[in-house]
């Protein structure tokens, strides 16, 4: 499959080896946003052709992820915005305006066919790749199809439904008493900060674009509330910026926030949108300088998990993904791309890397250097790698219930022990990874933005809107119990008010949810078993390397969903070049 020489081994200490989970379900390049939106789910197909034909399905543990239940959604969404997004087709929406309003459904975020089979599997991969982690199965897992960093808690926003990445964020805490989360796509990732703008167990930095641009958050001075002070890292950047101007921030703010933080385990949100050439995007950066955020941070050896997220150039963005597999594994990809299912897309030049364009970099260096300074002296500010109680550690994400389960769907073996399911040995392992989702318990709630979200099994489900959450669940790191933290329902909002707002939301009376009683003894003894298992369907190594149905670039797909009449002027975001 692959031509001798392709693969070359990376000298230093990120050549190590590392045992790399790769999370990809055949179908998802089959989803279709609509008529000229330009989110397109038929890059993750380009990603994995391109990658198996690199060879390195062969340093890889495939896993087909299963997909998320509506409970494990509503450990941050709000139960009746998830219920919405089950029902919701392209042939009822016209009977359901007033929903589609309240939850942001129908411009940039479209109805269409299959859309909340895509949440879940999106999602589901992004969970999974947090358990791998948690369990110490891999040192790196990876999800492209995730990194969905718009969605909030009660709404969909910028072509993001389901935010993954705060439910993986909320799976690691159950075992890790600090995780950090880095964004690199060149939107804020407004989402996930909001999330966590009150705890210090999270700590989120967004290197995006600021001004006039979407999301329009993201200001220098957003640093936190409350516990969360300082624990939010907004670097804005101006249009142009190149690899040397954007790692001079990346490395020397990642290195303090690394000695100064200390977390258990790093997310890494790599949207491809940052690359110069993207159709939505305004940066200048190369597939080498994307990727060495990566390969700067696989060299810290804390468990990392790598998502996918904005990338609207699709050949750019499968080069981009595929040659960060590489850095991942420890392997250094030739340029001359090998044959592969979408050729032609990457004519005339068949090469893995591009060549920045000649546009003007507007991040002078005293900018930099000064934006570099300010940050640099707010992480003084932090307490040195903050302490969390010991508390009972919520119980680890579990498979349905057999009953719940298709009879021809169900798998085979299970396993008794908490050891990890037997990997398939050859080129292609392939596993179908357990389904996610523990057994929720609630605890009392605070409304508004300083509310704790549904957080994972002890954390509770989050309720209707009006912000009201669960809080109140734990995590474990090295064998020691940790509770999880408080995850905000409401976003920071625009600035000034962020701190009025949160003033007013902490006077309003608190909202009590039941907590759910607690299990035999027994019973808890069993959920952990099966929540650590994490039994799979064996899949035939052919799986892995099949490309599933749907034309090539996914524009034959149905153009029943709210995306075929979209505006090009609807929201800052759909800016660009609609006709790829």
């Known amino acids: ?121 999106y999602t589901g991969g992004s969970v999974g790749g947090a358990v791998k982690l948690n369990h110490g199965h891999s040192d790196i897992a990876i999800n492209w199809a995730g990194g969905l960093h718009h969605a909030k808690k009660c709404e969909a926003s910028g072509f993001c439904y389901v935010n993954d990445i705060v439910l993986a964020i909320l799976e690691l805490l159950k075992y890790h008493a600090r995780v950090l989360y880095i964004d690199i796509d060149i939107h804020h990732g407004d989402g996930v900060e909001e999330a966590f703008y009150t705890t210090d167990r999270v700590m989120t930095v967004s290197f995006h674009k ?62 491809a949108d940052s690359l110069s050439g993207d159709r939505l995007g305004c940066f200048n950066l190369s597939v080498r300088g994307h990727s060495e955020c990566v390969r700067f941070l696989r060299s810290f050896n804390v468990p990392l998990l790598l998502l996918g997220g904005g990338g609207y150039t699709i050949r750019n963005v499968a080069r981009c993904w595929c040659y960060e597999t590489g850095v991942a594994v420890g392997l250094e990809l030739e340029d001359r791309m090998p044959f592969n299912d979408y050729y032609e897309y990457f004519g005339p030049d068949y090469t893995l890397h591009i060549t920045p364009s000649n546009m003007e970099n507007q991040n002078s260096r005293a900018y930099l250097d000064s934006v570099r300074t300010r940050l640099l002296e707010n992480l003084s500010k932090l307490q040195h790698a903050p302490s969390v109680p010991f508390h009972a550690r919520a119980p680890d994400t579990q498979l349905p219930d057999e009953e719940e389960e298709e009879a021809d769907t169900r798998p085979d073996d299970r396993e008794a022990d908490g050891d990890a399911p037997a990997v398939l040995e050859g080129p292609a392992a392939v596993k ?149």
Do not use: W
């Not at 969360?228 to 190149?242: A, C, E, F, M, R």
């Open 432 to 580: 179908e990874e357990g389904k996610t989702g523990s057994k929720a318990a609630a605890a009392a709630g605070t409304a508004g933005v300083g509310a704790a979200a549904a957080a994972a099994a002890g954390g509770g489900g989050g309720g209707g809107g009006g912000g009201v959450t669960g809080g109140g669940g734990t995590a474990t790191t090295e064998g020691k119990k940790r509770p999880l933290p408080e995850v905000s329902g409401r976003p920071p909002a625009s600035r000034p008010p962020v701190k009025a707002k949160v003033e007013a939301s902490l006077k309003a009376e608190p909202a009590s949810i039941p907590a759910r009683p607690a299990a035999p003894a027994d019973k808890q003894k069993e959920d952990l078993i099966r929540g650590s298992s994490l039994s799979n369907r064996l899949m035939t190594p052919g799986e892995a390397t099949a490309t599933t149905g749907g034309e090539k670039g996914g524009e034959k797909g149905s153009e029943k969903g709210a995306g075929s009449g979209l505006s090009r002027h609807a929201s800052p975001y759909r800016q660009g070049n609609l006709a790829d």
């Open 210 to 271: 600021f001004g006039d641009y979407f999301p329009g958050t993201g200001d220098l001075r957003d640093t936190g509330y409350g516990k969360g002070k300082h624990y939010s890292l907004n670097v804005p950047l101006h249009d142009g910026i190149d690899d040397d101007s954007y790692l001079s921030l990346f490395k020397p703010l990642i290195s303090k926030v690394m000695d100064v933080f200390q977390p258990g385990a790093v997310v890494l949100q790599c949207g």
């Open 1 to 121: 499959m692959t031509s001798t020489g392709t693969l070359c081994n990376l000298a230093g200490p990120e050549g190590r080896k590392k045992r790399v989970a790769y999370f990809y379900d055949p179908d998802v390049g089959n989803y279709y946003y609509g008529q000229g939106h330009p989110m397109k789910p038929h890059r993750i197909r380009m990603t994995h052709s391109l990658l198996m034909h690199y060879g390195l399905h062969t340093k890889l543990e495939i896993f087909k992820p299963f997909p998320a239940r509506d409970k494990d959604m509503c450990r941050f969404h709000s139960d009746d915005y998830v219920e919405f997004l089950r029902t919701v087709t392209p042939e009822n929406q016209h009977e359901q305006l007033r929903m589609l309003k309240r939850f942001n459904v129908g411009e940039d975020c479209p109805v269409f066919d299959g859309l909340y089979q895509f949440c879940q599997t």
